[in-house]
């Protein structure tokens, strides 16, 4: 990551990551975990943006914008990739401006390549599992910014079944989750971004989201009550 100063360097998981020079991701997924803020969406943003990726979303054919929101952060983000392994196709899934990403969908007449319908057709769900079944295809490098926010459970098994199909087939995958069941994706690692911006690699089990989840479904009357009591 070449120098820079102000917003967003000085955002503490920026910081960390140029003071670690830089992250590596050896598996063929790599997901980020933390709380919200923590900067997982501004180091995926960048990461999409510094790969070629339109930042609202897209394929790297798609050149649109609705509202310009993205840091610089991927203009100053170098990628390194492993010698003869240049992805054939790639997308970035941002749940949040999806909805942009359809619009444009529709204008460029390119349904086929999303099961032919329009997403605005489906639901936010049945859409992103649209894109996952019908868009991505092998060899293919796939940015997903929070997925889950419009998957139900038995969607998110769905995804995790697909990805483990197109990893298969030379697929790279790197998601910013709050997920307890994505970030159980086999043979997966996992960074999980601290509130002081601290990036350590850790296993499923110490990741906040599931210590969390299973404390909460262990005994849901009881967390609740600790919980309204503190």
Known sequence: MTGAGGYPFDLPAVRALRDRRGLRLRTPVTLLAGDNG???????EAIAVAAGFNPEGGSTSFNFATRSS???LGEHLVLSRVPGRRPRTGYFLRAESFYNVAT???RLGVLDGY???SPHQRSHGESFLDLATHRFGPAGLYLLDEPEAALSVQGCLALLVRIAEL????SQFIVATHSPVLLACRDATIFEIAAD????EIDYDQADAVVLTRAFLADPDRFMNR????
């Open 38 to 44: 923590t900067g997982k969406s501004t180091l995926i």
């Open 70 to 72: 993205e840091s610089s």
């Open 104 to 106: 444009e969908i529709e």
């Open 115 to 117: 099961g032919g319908v």
């Open 167 to 170: 990893v298969a087939l030379g």
């Open 197 to 200: 911006g601290g990036i350590s």
């Open 227 to 230: 919980l309204l009591t503190d």
